[in-house]
């Protein structure tokens, strides 16, 4: 059974910088998509960023080169390290991923991907 669990979100000022990690358990690493995904409130659900088994990555234009996806593989951790950040970040963020699922981008929104965690906000304000 895969679980996965987000935490480091947080609020913080326009410009500063979070790091939410997502812990996982019950996947096969050695074939995976894994990505993070954002909802505000009255928004649809939007990828954010996503990392596949074959190395590739995919950003949303709103993210890309602020934000950076990683996988650590010894922790089973997949982290999303955002900077700059922006009001417009604000949203809950969610982590997804799939060991049926080899190539992923972000603009599949996470439809293809059968497993998610809980989220963890994002709050970006002055």
């Known amino acids: 059974q895969v679980q996965l669990v987000e935490s480091g979100g947080g609020s913080v000022q326009p410009g500063g910088s979070l790091t939410p990690s997502c812990a996982g358990s019950g996947l096969t690493y050695s074939r995976y998509c894994m990505g993070w995904f954002r909802q505000a409130p009255g928004k649809e659900r939007g990828g954010v960023a996503t990392?596949?088994?074959?190395?590739?990555?995919s950003y949303a234009d709103s993210g890309r080169g602020r934000f950076t996806i990683s996988l650590d593989n010894g922790k089973n951790t997949l982290y999303l390290q955002m900077n700059n950040l922006k009001p417009e970040d604000t949203a809950m963020y969610s982590c997804a991923a799939d060991s049926r699922v080899r190539i992923c981008y972000y603009s599949d929104r996470g439809r293809n991907l059968g497993n998610w965690g809980q989220g963890t906000q994002v709050t970006i304000s002055s």
């Open positions: 990392l596949d088994s074959g190395g590739l990555t």
